[in-house]
């Protein structure tokens, strides 16, 4: 089956400008997680989603950052009035579902903000 | 604070031979141990996991190494080859407390010369 999945792959966006990135998970899983990579270092935890429900969003570096995911399914990571230290790879993941430890990541989207 | 290092940057092994990178870790909350792959562009591939309740655990060339008691876990890969040439991640994860949130080192770049 399909593996996860991320639009954009690349975003150039001018500072100061919202952005919007989409996840796709493994079909029927029920967890999803989004991370944050900046060069050189390891993705840290911004938030996780159970289903629809926001269960932890304590990664979320500044309000500016907002995720959803609606119906279970698919996430949108918002980004607001985009700063240049918000550049980084944005990674999503999801796993099976709670008790399941095995995360699969999607490629992830390279913001670079100018 | 890094709860969870590598502290090689990279290493340079001879192909054939085995390669070991090494993972310390700080908080005792961490019951569940995971291994990453990450070629560039890619988004990490789970390579294996360890249970805080084993020792070890093996898959084909990749074995994992952990000792609660020193905090320390290490990824053998035996033999090596060329196509293991990627950054290694190592990851921990609380589900006891009910965590399933992913914590990261910084990564080891693994180049097998061949």
């Known amino acids: 089956g399909a593996g996860v999945s991320q639009s954009p792959r690349y975003k150039v966006a001018k500072r100061g400008q919202d952005v919007a990135l989409r996840c796709d998970p493994i079909?029927?899983?029920?967890?999803l997680f989004w991370y944050q990579q900046a060069l050189g270092q390891g993705p840290e935890f911004l938030t996780y989603?159970?289903?629809?429900?926001?269960?932890?969003k304590s990664g979320l570096p500044s309000d500016r950052f907002f995720a959803e995911r609606p119906e279970g399914s698919v996430s949108t990571l918002k980004i607001q009035r985009t700063q240049q230290e918000d550049s980084a790879v944005y990674l999503c993941?999801?796993?099976?579902?709670?008790?399941?430890?095995?995360?699969?990541f999607g490629p992830g989207t390279r913001l670079t903000v100018t | 604070d890094q709860q969870v290092k590598q502290n090689s940057p990279s290493l340079s092994v001879q192909e054939g031979r085995i390669s070991i990178l090494n993972c310390d870790y700080t908080?005792?909350?961490?019951?569940?141990f995971l291994w990453y792959k990450k070629y560039p562009a890619e988004g990490p591939t789970f390579l294996i996991s360890?249970?805080?309740?084993?020792d070890k655990n093996e898959d084909g060339r990749f074995t994992v190494f952990l000792n609660k008691s020193a905090k320390h876990l290490s990824l053998h890969i035996v033999p090596s080859q060329p196509g293991d040439s990627a950054v290694y991640f190592c990851?921990?994860?609380?589900?006891?407390?009910?965590?399933?949130?992913?914590?990261f080192g910084k990564g080891t770049k693994l180049s097998v010369i061949p």
């Open positions: 993941a999801s796993s099976i579902g709670q008790g399941s430890h095995e995360q699969y």
């Open positions: 079909s029927g899983h029920v967890s």
């Open positions: 989603f159970q289903n629809e429900a926001q269960l932890d």
């Open positions: 908080n005792s909350m961490f019951d569940y």
């Open positions: 360890i249970s805080s309740i084993k």
């Open positions: 990851a921990a994860s609380a589900g006891r407390a009910g965590s399933y949130q992913l914590t």
